[in-house]
């Protein structure tokens, strides 16, 4: 079988290309790429004037639900959602139930993934850093490793206890696995639902001040310099964790960190109606740190955009506001809103879009992905993107079984049209049928 | 369709006033023995969520004289105690073909999220640390009669202001009004950011009360001090007790009002709670009053015109772009 992308403008940061040209993809292999290729015993042809031609995307941080929490999202539609938003590989977190601290989850949490129903996506599981996610007693993290896990994290409830942060971290430093970290002191964030200031203060809403973020990413970058562990700070939502991860990676501490869209989009002014949607862990900030994570999206402080999919049932999230859960699904709306937010507002380049979605996330995990060289991966990891498509998200739409989101109703410039995880695994009704013509 | 109460941060001046007149037509009514508008054709639903005695007395009193009929509902026998979703429980009562919800809730914003779903008036009767606006009122009414007007006032809140819908609801009714507004109390139990509230802060009481023409003490939970926020009751009273020494610093004429339930010899002594100048019976009548108000406002009130169409939520021209190598 082979196949075609004919005439797309190709980006590849890992290579640092950017010119229009074609790719072959034959027996779900990328094997050739330039201003002209062989075209010759074509099977599909897929004209990509106007559009991108990019390494998949990679998504460091998405929360799949299964095992425990199938009324919220499978693995099925979970990765059926990820195919439509354009990501070819996804890192699902371990806040299962139970936790993803046993080799036997793992094995069937990939075998799952690799289910004919399946979306098609690569799933890369990330493990519990501490048994039950409890904090206390490191879990059996080299039998993880050994099932398939390819970071550890206990995510949304983050290590309190410095010296089991640090036992972990070399332990993990002896593995090889990177440590994913949700920065959170929880004595300060305790029953916060919003951020901590002039809002929540006129709400009547109890906040979660900055500083609960900024003291466990200064101790947990601290850990990282000591231990020399990889940390991979995860949605960053202040100006001045920014700030300290700046510091940190100065001081040569091997720490990335990402950002999720609605904490560059979004304010705390947001949550002015109590609407439950705008309720995310880390809370939405303030403009100043806005603006700050814009300039350190730009200057390539924030390594990456990951989707922080969280699906919830609608009637967890039709709650009063202190009730409601954490979180919006973002599979199909992270592209869209980096390429309209970022990219079209000339903070990032296509080519530093694509760095950021795909090419840096696949780096930090040791992902297969996010490089469009031949032999690179096993099998072809591609999207197709149109950058200039105007079209407003409607999450009724969309195939994650969770229908939370702040996005929905909003116009997005940009999406994903095709998307190729060794063959063709998702094709948006906006790909023009006329496009696609069988080369006999 | 009538209208919602759920926040006097909402309101227009003049729909306060509007409520006010309204309130003291209705005591005047009430004491006078006056036929009263009778709106038996409604049925309100009483929820409570929260345990509350006076405010669910006062709002059923409320009905009562506008003849209006009462479904109760509380926590532990509602639908929602069997696992039922608020909106769920909403939409039943709805479909129950009630006219009116009346309600409190633990979590702040729930009567707006409440009002999303029901589609007929809906009164908060008290939202977990937002608002408590027929309280206010009653407490804005009771101000008028002592004082003839609000407009020029010095107002000191003393308390919990962190913690507190009374203090939120009376700040915003307050300074709408053109009264000027004082929050009083220790950091603990002080928003750490209040430039969104209407009110300057003290956190001594001297200064805060210094000049006063009310004070509105706020109830000290006794858990503040468990989650240490108060070291003892002994301290915060030592600190920021109203009584006879402390009155001294504010007008000769001021107000001593309270929500209740007080905590005596706590917020305040026995002097400052039962002197002349303590207005707090009065709040409690008056609640009632501003209650029959607000009842026959939603019912009789057109609502507010429509907005126009939200516009979508794309925002980028707010922010200008960092600079960047980066062209698209």
Known sequence: ?440 | MGRNLLAIRHLEKSDIETLLERGAEFKRAVVAGKKLPQLGQYVVGMLFFEGSTRTRVSFEQAAHYLGLKTANFGAAGSSMGKGETFKDTILTLRYERLNALVIRHRSSGTPILAARYFGAPVLNAGDGQHEHPTQALGDALTILERKGSLKGLTVAIVGDVEHSRVARSNAWLLHKMGASVRFVGPRTLMPSHTSMLPGSVYYDLENGVADADVIICLRLQRERMSEGLVSSSGEYAKLYQINRDTLRFAKDDCLVMHPGPLNRGVEVDDTAADFDRSAITDQIGNGIFVRMAALHWVFTEEPPKPKAPAKPKARPKRRPAPKTKANV
Request: proline share 6%; with cysteine; hydrophobic share 40%.
């Open chain 1, 1 to 440: 079988m082979k196949i075609l992308l004919k005439n797309g403008r190709i980006l590849d940061p890992s290579q640092d290309l950017d010119f229009v040209g074609s790719l072959v993809i034959e027996d779900d292999q990328i094997v050739e790429y330039g201003e002209t290729v062989d075209e010759t015993d074509v099977d599909d042809l897929f004209d990509c004037t106007g559009y991108w031609i990019t390494p998949g995307l990679v998504d460091p941080h998405c929360h799949l639900r299964e095992p425990g929490g199938e009324h919220k999202e499978t693995i099925v539609t979970g990765t059926q959602s990820a195919a439509a938003g354009g990501f070819t590989t996804v890192c699902c977190m371990p806040n299962t139930n139970p936790p993803l601290d046993n080799p036997a989850l793992i094995d069937f949490l990939l075998d799952r993934a690799a289910s004919p129903e399946a979306g098609g996506v690569f799933v890369a599981p990330v493990g519990a850093l501490t048994k039950g996610m409890r904090g206390e007693e490191l879990a059996d993290l080299a039998a993880l490793k050994s099932a398939g896990i390819v970071a550890a994290s206990d995510e949304g409830f983050p290590i309190q206890d410095a010296l089991v942060m640090t036992k972990a971290m070399e332990f993990c430093v002896q593995l090889d696995l990177p440590v994913l970290a949700h920065c959170e002191d929880a004595n300060l964030a305790r029953h916060g639902s919003m951020n901590e200031g002039a809002m929540s203060a006129m709400l009547g809403l109890k906040g979660v001040p900055r500083t609960a973020e900024d003291i466990a990413v200064m101790r947990n970058c601290l850990l990282s310099l000591n231990t020399g562990c990889e940390l991979h700070i995860m949605r960053v939502s202040t100006w001045s964790s920014v700030e300290m991860i700046r510091q940190a990676k100065y001081l040569g501490a091997p720490v990335t960190c990402e950002v999720v869209p609605q904490h560059f989009i979004f304010t705390e002014e947001d949550v002015a109606e109590f609407d439950s949607h705008f309720k995310m862990q880390p809370p939405l900030r303030t403009q100043v740190d806005v603006d700050i994570i814009l300039q350190a999206i730009a200057d390539g402080t924030i390594d990456c955009i990951a989707s922080d999919h969280s699906p919830h049932a609608s009637h967890e999230v039709h709650a009063p506001f202190d009730d409601a859960p954490f979180g919006m699904v973002g599979f199909e709306s992270v592209l869209a809103a980096t390429l309209t937010h970022l990219t079209h507002n000339g903070i990032l380049s296509p080519l530093e879009t694509v760095r950021k979605l795909s090419t840096a996330p696949a780096k930090i995990l040791r992902l297969d992905g996010g490089s469009l060289k031949p032999g690179e991966t096993p099998v072809a990891q591609v999207t197709v993107i149109d950058p200039e498509l105007e079209w407003t998200f409607d999450v009724a739409k969309t195939f994650s079984k969770g229908k939370n989101t702040a996005f929905n109703g909003m116009p997005f410039k940009g999406k994903a049209l095709l998307t190729f995880c060794g063959s063709e695994i998702y094709r948006d009704a906006h790909f023009d049928g006329g496009r696609l013509q069988m080369v006999g």
